[in-house]
């Protein structure tokens, strides 16, 4: 099988001329036949995998492996719902690869001790992978490749999480990531536009190469299930969320086909409605690569210029672009998800309240809007985007270390955004998205009864009220865990200090967006924004304190009127 005959068979499988400049391989490999494994992490598509389609290039055997650790599968790191999203889409690939006379290969173990051992005994002269965009996976494919080296093999890694190469970006910036998203903007607006999207692979471009399999290969290398990883699946929910590269490419269809949403291009509009899963939802699908990013950019960008016969704007891409700045930002920080060792997050001394954590963890706040959230969350791995402002990464299906990460740092005042007078109150706010509670008696069905007037601040209402709804606030549905505007106050007040004692030890100056920048400057900025602020909310705030205190029935009313109903 030569090189000639192969590109014979499949001319339309060798990668654009890019995609082979940004590829980063390792040739150690000097015989002829060409044994590839593809490495499947992220990127469970078929659909612009270009490493993958390196790998079948003039290749005799090819194998498409993934591979799972069945000893972490049941720690409380990952959902039950993450990990069944994720099955669904290696069953995906499993009926994608059939199709190509192919199988997946679910290998259990950890990479650095199981791949090695089937190199040896496959007779692998290749491996492929997607690049990693992320410290871990950085750090472990470095690792993985040192031991291919060992073993004689040729590594090709090819990016196609993101839609740049976030090197190049780097680069732009001496080597620093942009800090700030306006900067990133400006650096990616001297670039050129990301790689288009590989074609999928297909039968033809597989040619002569074919897939060694045996019998038993749904005994040794099936994918499992949940309760082969040991899950209990009593009284698990139907999945909200179908996994796999079939359902993104039809979601992303369904997406594109709301033209009117595109021909407009503004924010969407929230409603009630927005709280709940759409068909159009991608976001799951993005993070594990059941849906590439190229390929949802540019079909995007087609519509539009078809419909408004004019180059899209950047800001067309945002939630694709705001993806790509966190990646950006973590890519070379191992720390980027914690405090201690992050060189970009402010050490501020937060409170520890394992208690607290554990209620708000579990939907027990007492606020309505805030528990909803969490009870949706846990049920179906899946919120809002507003609604993120308030959750962790457990539970979540499209959680990405960096976005997730960066988030947390934006919205806590950590990093990327200091206006830290800018706070939410979960009943303001609640009634806002959700003026009728649907949402909230939804995913609460204790306050279901509740009038709309009562239903973001249950403990409001008169205890004839409560009775009438059968739900007693402190002992069927909890009270406020705390006293929102005056913990809100007491946090303004101490992010203020934080801000005006890093002026005094650092010497009124600190290294910002790649520039130095006077922390002075900016405490004033907001601590002027912050008194505004203050100026205009006081009463309301003060009238609405004094109103709760009056109102909010205690524990002990709860009991006694528990005892005279009894």
């Known amino acids: 099988m030569t090189g000639s005959r192969r590109n014979d068979n499949c001319g339309q499988c060798v990668p654009n001329s890019r995609d082979i400049n940004d590829k980063k391989s390792t040739n150690v490999n000097d015989g002829n036949d060409k044994h590839t494994v593809h490495w499947f992490r992220k990127g469970l598509r078929l659909h612009d995998n270009p490493s993958l389609r390196d790998g079948l290039n003039g290749a005799c055997t090819f194998r498409c492996v993934f591979v799972i650790d069945p000893w972490s599968a049941g720690s409380k ?3 039950i719902n993450k990990w069944r999203f994720l099955l669904q889409c290696l069953e995906d690939l499993d009926a994608s690869l059939k199709k190509l006379n192919s199988r997946l290969f679910v290998v259990r173990g950890q990479p650095a001790d199981a791949l090695p051992k089937l190199f040896r005994e496959w007779g692998t002269t290749n491996l492929t992978f997607e690049e990693d965009p992320e410290p871990f996976g950085r750090a472990r494919d470095q690792n993985i490749s040192t031991l291919c080296k060992e073993l004689g093999m040729s590594v090709v890694q090819m990016a196609s999480h993101t839609l740049y190469q976030l090197d ?27 790689n288009l999207p590989s074609p999928s ?22 994918v499992p299930t949940l309760e082969e990883l040991g899950f209990d699946t009593d009284g698990l929910k139907p999945p909200v969320w179908v996994g796999g590269e079939s359902e993104a490419l039809a979601r992303l269809e369904r997406h594109l086909a709301r033209k009117a949403w595109v021909a407009s291009f503004g924010r969407p509009k929230m409603t009630p409605q927005s709280l709940l899963p759409s068909q159009t939802s991608l976001s799951p699908y993005l993070r594990f690569g059941c849906l ?27 939630q694709l672009l705001w993806r790509e700045f966190f990646y950006c930002a973590a890519t070379k920080n191992p720390h980027f998800d914690r405090m201690h ?7 501020i001394p937060w409170d520890k309240n394992n208690e607290a954590l554990a209620k708000w963890a579990n939907g027990q706040t007492g606020f309505p809007w805030i528990d909803a959230i969490m009870i949706q969350l846990r049920e179906e791995g899946w919120i809002h985007h507003l609604a993120r402002h308030a959750v962790f990464d457990e539970l979540l299906l499209d959680a990405d270390w960096s976005v997730n990460a960066g988030m947390w740092m934006w919205l806590s005042c950590s990093s990327f955004f200091q206006q830290f007078f800018h706070c939410y109150c979960p009943v303001r706010f609640g009634r806002k998205a959700d003026p009728n509670g649907d949402y909230i008696r939804r995913y609460l069905p204790v306050l279901k009864n509740f009038p709309t007037r009562y239903i973001h601040e249950p403990w409001m209402a008169p205890l004839t009220i409560q009775r009438s709804a059968k739900c007693i606030i402190g002992r069927d549905y909890s009270l406020p865990m705390v006293n929102h505007s005056k913990s809100s106050r007491i946090n303004i007040e101490r992010m203020k200090q934080v801000y005006q004692q890093l002026s005094k030890y650092r010497g009124n100056r600190v290294a910002l967006n790649g520039e130095t920048t006077g922390l002075m400057r900016i405490i004033r900025q907001t601590s002027k924004a ?37």
């Not at 060792?341 to 050490?347: A, T």
Request: with cysteine.
């Open 292 to 318: 590439s990013t190229r390929l949802f950019y540019y079909q995007l960008r087609d519509l539009y210029k078809k419909i408004k016969k004019a180059i899209p704007p950047l800001s067309l891409h945002g």
């Open 201 to 222: 692979v297909t039968i033809n471009c597989i040619g002569d190469a074919y897939t060694p399999l045996k019998d038993d290969h749904d005994e040794v290398y099936g």
């Open 530 to 566: 912050c008194n505004e602020q203050e100026e205009t909310t006081e009463k309301k705030e003060d009238s609405y304190t004094l109103i709760s205190e009056q109102k909010m029935i205690t524990n002990d009313e709860v009991d006694a009127s528990a005892s005279n109903q009894e």
């Open 168 to 194: 190049e970006i780097l680069n732009q910036n001496e080597g620093n990531p942009p800090l700030t998203y306006h900067q990133f903007q400006n650096i990616i607006a001297g670039m050129s536009p990301p």
């Open 77 to 79: 790191s990952v959902g």
């Open 341 to 347: 060792g992050n060189p970009i997050c402010l050490q």
